[in-house]
């Protein structure tokens, strides 16, 4: 054996160099032998493919998932649109086709040359759309002169269709073109120019599962680009389906009763947290983003004072006013600074300090304990209730409630309301706190703000025992058979700040604001369910003490917020909602009724009926 | 002192047949991007091409005035430079294409993997020179190449880069197969790189074994790669036996291939030259590759040798995975052809490793 040091070996390297040289020789002989097979043996008939540019990609746009209800009936479903596009490699004298297409479709010519234009240089192996979504009445004169148009075609996708017009538009939402920043950012590694994700409400939070997965098709085409034959097809998956926890039949008469109204309902099953009505007035209508909204449409949307465009369920944020008393109540009740024998005299106002408080009944309620007063929404009794307990107690328990941070509810854009405390106070104003502020504060008025959702969700839990749930809105992730992918649970959210006889306190004075004579909403008593609940009237404007005007006489702008939160039945509810009605002046009057016609459509208690036509009828002084 | 001898030993036949390849990558790159373009634009990318090639061959020259017996030496430097580049890459890196894979350095950009290609040649010819027997090498002694080998790869594998990962184990087992292995080490290594691929098959997620499924037959993507290829092919065969002319490949005009300036680049030469000039490039390279054996050969010294034949062996690779992957022999991965596809990191790693050779030539009479 040869010692191997640092010289190589010469014989041994000769017989490696010459093992290596046998596979290059053989590799680059692999290689070659195919050039000659593709080039000289094939040659001929690739020459004629590359001739006619034969084999091409065409893509094929994946429908989105459906969005059903609870009761699986269908809100948003797909329907094809024709679209009409033309391939400039195809289309001989593009000016003498486009004069023929602008006739046919009404168009003017120089719209779509500016389309053709627009769509660069790069467009002339890629197919130009020149109207999206023709009508019938045009694809039939298209279809008909197809072959005095080379080059132009009609292709069809799938489309978002909204099927109920103007139902739960917040909620649902709608879908805009991706943007070149969104492609680039890798969130979407399935879209392409051109296609539509979700801008808004479920279509926005669930884009993930609703998107599809795009599909393709290679096809090898003829000398006027029309399809000679597939050769290969990739099928495009369909997006998965959004079950969601809305019921149709309670949404839609919930927008009804909203019709020319500005506020927000929402509903939800108190023992799941399940949301069964979501509706925001004024709404719009989804199917105008279809296929991208046009800029004066879009600017109407923008400038109604009614702000179409906010979801106020979850973004209105409102003082409480009088629905805030059952926190009120809670905190004082559990500091023990009262209880249930405690009483308190209603003269009609009440003095602290230089200033004079007043009680919305001018005639004052008389001795007064916490059942009555809850029912009759005494505001002397919380006055003083309040201040016994302090803004920064009361601020705890209204925390411990749910207000002051977001329900988690799955839709973008959710505020959070505030409940201030002494120090948010100094921090935000530099100021210290006055105990007289207390007072309104106690009232629901003052800095308190909150949403129409974290009040359903408050009132839901005083319901149901105490328990705070997350609002759900999508309970399943389906496949397009109907088949389970995912099921999304509900969650609770803590547990109400209360112990169990404080709770049936409150509720026996929630229960008698309907139930009992003298409660503010006597008037949506049902006849076979009993519905606890509380009403509020909330300050938009203040009138000066001593004056007395009437609603009729301020501006709608000016006119107070009318609140009512509910559960029903009372002895095991099955359903709790908020209602707020912007500027619509009383609780009673305003907001209760609509809470009523849903309670007896969703528990059937036809003596609804009446109240729900009623609704607009009169309108006299309660609270 | 500076020797005298080493100007006379320069091996001039060499640095033309590179020069040729260049001025043939150039045509062919200068078609790739100004198909589609108006007439008169020359493209950027055609120019810094020019610029990243002049850079190149200043940087070869400068390898040749240290004696490459130096790298022996500094191999643990540089294969820690590059594997930390590797690192960094990872965390900082700009992603393009779905993988992280560049380094951005103020106005331009590099592929460290690249740059790790060369190192580990040097890292391994510098273990194996010390490891060689006229029998084999055993198990032992195959620790540490087999650890030098696998930081890059697992590196380079995260980023996500098959082709170029896939590149580092052939030319590491090309090197270890041209310095030799004990037959049963050759065999038992055959045997649990068998066993074991089911076992890792089993430990991936299904998007990379799709993935890895897509990579080795691109039918499966009709869609992506597998259109990449019938593209590819028609443009070849398109070109015929004499091509269809300077610029005026249609195939090529149509921009039908996403990478066509650069893993695609011999579908243009193809489609405008025809075999005629596709036998011109396979000749070329065919005289690199032998001339690069030949430095191999002719070296007297045991480091300088391997690293010669690991530096061809590089060469060899990227040719062969390359064309075979446009004709649709080979999977589809990202593998430039050396000196012909746009980009930088693939032009001065390849300059470097052609450095490297001359050196090794020029020095083949002086043996310690």
Redesign the interface.
Known sequence: MTEFGKNPDREWLKQRIIGVSVCIIFAFAVVFLRFIYLQIIKGDEFRLLSEKNAVRLTGIKAPRGLILDRNKKILVDNRPSFNLKIMLEDAGDVKETMTKVSQMMDTPFEDLMKKISDAGKGAFYKPVTLQDDISRDHLAIIEAHKFDLPGVFIDIEPTRHYIHKKTASHLLGYLGEVNNDELLSGKYPNVKTGDSIGRYGVEKSFETYLQGKRGGRQIEVDANGRTIKVLKTVEPITGLDLKLTIDLDLQQIAEKMLEDKHGAVVALDPNTGDVLVLASAPGFDQNDFVGGINSKKWKALMTDRGKPMTNKAIQGEYPPASTYKIITSIAALEEKEIDIHTTAYCPGFFRYGNRVYRCWNKNGHGEISIIDAISQSCDVFYYQAGDKVGVDALAKYAMGCGLNKKTGILLEGEKKGLIPTSSWKKKRFNESWHRGETLSIAIGQGYDLVTPLQMAVFIAAVGNGGTLYRPRIVSAIEGSQGNLIKEIPTESAGKLPVGKKTLEIIQKGLLKVVDDDRGTAKRIRLKHVKIAGKTGTAQVFSVKSGEKLKTEHLDFYLRDHAWFICYAPAENPVIAISVLIEHGAHGSTAAAPIAAALIGRYINDPSAEEIEKNSSVEETQTE | MFDRRLIENFDWGFLMVIFFICCVGLVVLFSALTA?QEAGAVSSLFKKQIVWMGSGFIIMMILMVMDYRELDKLQMFIYAFCAGLLVIVLIFGQ?SG?SRRWLVLGFFRIQPSELMKIALIISLSSAY?TS????GINFRKLIKPAILCLIPFALIVDQPDLGTAMLLVLIAGSVTL???VERKVFFSLLVTGLSVIPFFWFMLKDYQKDRILTFLDPERD??GS??HI??S?????????TGKGFLKG??NA???LPEQHTDFIVSVL??EW??LG??IL?VL??IL??WG?NI??N?????G?ILA?GITAMI?WQI?IN??MV???MPVVGVPLPLVSYGGSSVITNMVGFGILLNISMRKFS??
Do not use: D
Not at chain 2, 233 to 241: H, T
């Open positions: 589609g992603i779905g020179s060689v027997s006229q029998t041209f310095v030799k009709p869609l597998g259109y019938i593209q092919k028609i443009a070849i065969g398109s070109g015929m036996l249609t195939q149509l921009s039908f193809a489609e025809g075999l596709i036998s396979l390279y065919f590759l032998f054996l191999s050969y070296c007297r010294n045991m480091f040798s034949f060899f062969f064309t075979g004709i649709g022999l043996s310690h």
